[in-house]
Nanobody
Framework: VQLQASGGGLVQAGGSLRLSCAAS????????MGWFRQAPGKEREFVAA????????YYADSVKGRFTISRDNAKNTVYLQMNSLKPEDTAVYYC??????????????????WGQGTLVTVSS
């Protein structure tokens, strides 16, 4: 599967953005999916993940209650709704597939098919 993230941009603190990750191929619905982010000079960090059927999710503590991951398998797309954005949310955001045996993981090694990221900049 090939992934392409979009929807990034410049937003003021307290604002909202919705990121999308479009997948090519017919097997999208067979993958658990996740979002990561990487700020300048920092390591890539886990943000959120969702089961292939969209029923279960988990989040990084830093975004819990502010971000929501969802998916539409009919559209081969996973979303990240980001509310109450903070300057520290500024990063390039990436989507990826999650190894089926690694549900609950927050490590990059358990994710693959990394798409091109989309830049989110939150001004104070």
């Amino acid at each position: 599967v090939q992934l392409q993230a979009s929807g990034g941009g410049l937003v003021q603190a307290g604002g909202s953005l919705r990121l999308s990750c479009a997948a090519s191929g017919r097997t999208f619905s067979l993958y658990n999916m996740g979002w990561f982010r990487q700020a300048p000079g920092k390591e890539r960090e886990f943000v959120a993940a969702i089961r292939l059927n969209g029923v279960s999710t988990y989040y990084a503590d830093s975004v819990k209650g502010r971000f929501t991951i969802s998916r539409d398998n009919a559209k081969n797309t996973v979303y990240l709704q980001m509310n109450s954005l903070k300057p520290e949310d500024t990063a390039v955001y990436y989507c990826a597939t999650l190894n089926a045996r690694a549900w609950g993981s927050r490590g990059t090694a358990d994710f693959g098919s990394w798409g091109q990221g989309t830049l989110v900049t939150v001004s104070s």
